[in-house]
């Protein structure tokens, strides 16, 4: 009975430590739709490492991911833009500091239906596309088709990045279609021959369902973006509050890893160069 009783004692403090060695804790994430396959593959997989932390991810957008860790709902916002003075400067007011967190590189890849002989554009015919300049696919040298307009809603980050880089401030023309998701803009483009769209390079590497075109004879590939050779290239960020402490700092060290690195590339993004 002795020894019993002896046993489960030990079994029992064996337990105990083995539970306080175990990180647990919760951490909420909300914002960009381009970063957000990055961060459910790296929760997923920090989770499986760590059964004890919960990792919640939604989307929304990259302004909605800002205003989030300005409204203290969420410990990351996902962005696929940096941080606007205007937002940096509001957050502070109240006591917030938006710390940027590159995880990735990536590049917005312009995108029409596989149909579409057309190949390569420049950076003057997309402005004039999306200011509804040029209407019909055979202004360019295309097939006699009416060029359907597809962009992302002002929300977006990556709207945020190809409204300054690609059409140079330029005012999107009325009547064009603003989707909320890059997946939103793949499937309309798959599903309509005369459209053209933009999304990151992650959704459209390795699909034959769309075609990515060439912006003044320069491909959107990883070398390109790295050197921003590459027009449409950008940072993707996740923000917090300061720097990140605890289980949220672990969860970023996770992300910025080797291990986390590899993740990003899987899921057709472009790892940091170190």
């Not at 769209?197 to 459209?204: D, I, P």
Request: positive net charge; charged residues 20%; hydrophobic residues 40%.
């Amino acid at each position: 009975m002795k020894k019993t009783i002896l046993l489960l004692i030990v079994l029992s403090l064996l337990t105990m430590l083995v539970g306080c060695g175990e990180k647990k804790g919760k951490i909420t994430m909300s914002g960009s739709t381009t970063v957000l396959p990055i961060a459910q593959a790296c929760a997923e997989a920090f989770m499986d490492k760590n059964p004890g932390v919960n990792i919640s991810v939604r989307g929304g957008g990259s302004s909605i991911g800002i205003k989030d860790i300005m409204a203290g709902t969420v410990q990351i916002g996902n962005a696929s833009r940096a941080a606007k003075q205007k937002e940096i400067d509001a957050a502070k007011k109240d006591g917030i500091e938006l710390n940027q967190i590159i995880v990735a590189n990536d590049g917005i890849a312009m995108i029409v239906h596989p149909s579409n002989p057309i190949k390569n554009l420049t950076q003057q015919q997309i402005i004039d596309i999306y200011t509804g300049k040029i209407t019909n696919w055979n202004q360019l040298g295309g097939n006699d088709q009416n060029i359907v307009v597809i962009s992302r809603d002002t929300a977006s980050g990556t709207y945020e990045i190809f409204h300054k880089k690609a059409i140079k401030k330029n005012k999107v023309m009325p009547g064009s279609q603003m989707l909320a998701s890059n997946n939103a803009v793949v499937t309309s483009v798959k599903d309509t021959p005369g459209a053209i769209g933009y999304a990151g390079l992650g959704y459209v590497e390795g699909k034959s369902t769309i075609k990515a075109v060439t912006v003044d004879g320069t491909e959107c590939t990883i070398s390109n973006v790295v050197s921003e050779k590459y027009l449409i290239s950008r940072k993707l960020n996740m923000y917090t509050n300061g720097k990140p402490e605890g289980i949220t700092k672990e969860f970023i060290d996770f992300i910025l890893s080797d291990e986390g690195q590899e993740i990003v590339e899987k899921n057709g993004f472009i790892k940091l160069q170190k």
